[in-house]
């Protein structure tokens, strides 16, 4: 289901991380839903790896170049203080060991809330040990992935 394959850039011990990363979050992924990846990676292998159990998703990230194949779209975006997507358009968010690598970790949480429907779910897995919740919002701690939950749920 998951690709783990590694590229010459990624640290010796990246896929296995990554599978953990995975295994974390994907429980909390709506069957159905629109779900949106932020720093999807350059092959949004998240993504693709989930595409079965969505409706449909979108990728953003710096790095990756745009295509659209099926119910998946990847864009190329420069995240700053804003995320140039619809209010109230998806269904999950998913974070996985990025917000440590945003410049702007406030801003885009709060765009992320914007962008969530009301109810849904962002999934934040990161390595920081002894990390907290960004956002103020209640949230349950898995690992160090938090799942929080915007109003309306």
């Given at each position: 289901?998951f690709?783990?394959?590694?590229?010459?850039k990624?640290?010796?011990?990246?896929?296995?991380l990554?599978?953990?990363?995975?295994?974390k979050?994907?429980?909390n992924?709506?069957r159905?839903g629109?779900?949106?990846?932020i720093?999807?990676?350059?092959?949004?292998?998240?993504?693709f790896?989930?595409k079965?159990?969505i409706?449909?998703?979108v990728?953003?990230?710096?790095d990756?170049k745009?295509?659209?194949d099926?119910?998946i779209?990847?864009r190329?975006?420069?995240?700053?203080?804003?995320?140039?997507?619809?209010?109230e358009?998806?269904?999950?968010?998913t974070?996985?060991?990025?917000?440590?690598?945003?410049?702007?970790?406030?801003?885009?949480?709060?765009?992320?809330?914007r962008?969530l429907?009301?109810?849904?779910?962002?999934?934040?897995?990161?390595?920081l040990?002894?990390s907290?919740?960004?956002?103020?919002?209640?949230?349950?701690?898995?690992?160090?992935?938090?799942v929080?939950r915007?109003?309306?749920?």
């Amino acid at each position: 289901m998951f690709d783990n394959s590694t590229s010459n850039k990624e640290p010796l011990l990246e896929p296995l991380l990554y599978k953990l990363r995975v295994r974390k979050v994907v429980g909390n992924i709506p069957r159905g839903g629109k779900v949106c990846d932020i720093c999807c990676d350059a092959n949004g292998r998240f993504l693709f790896g989930i595409k079965d159990i969505i409706g449909e998703g979108v990728g953003i990230d710096k790095d990756v170049k745009a295509l659209s194949d099926g119910n998946i779209s990847l864009r190329r975006v420069e995240l700053e203080k804003t995320i140039e997507l619809k209010s109230e358009s998806f269904d999950c968010i998913t974070l996985l060991a990025a917000i440590e690598h945003l410049s702007y970790q406030q801003e885009i949480i709060r765009e992320c809330f914007r962008i969530l429907k009301p109810g849904g779910d962002i999934a934040d897995h990161h390595s920081l040990a002894g990390s907290q919740k960004s956002s103020g919002v209640p949230c349950f701690q898995i690992g160090h992935c938090f799942v929080e939950r915007s109003e309306g749920a």
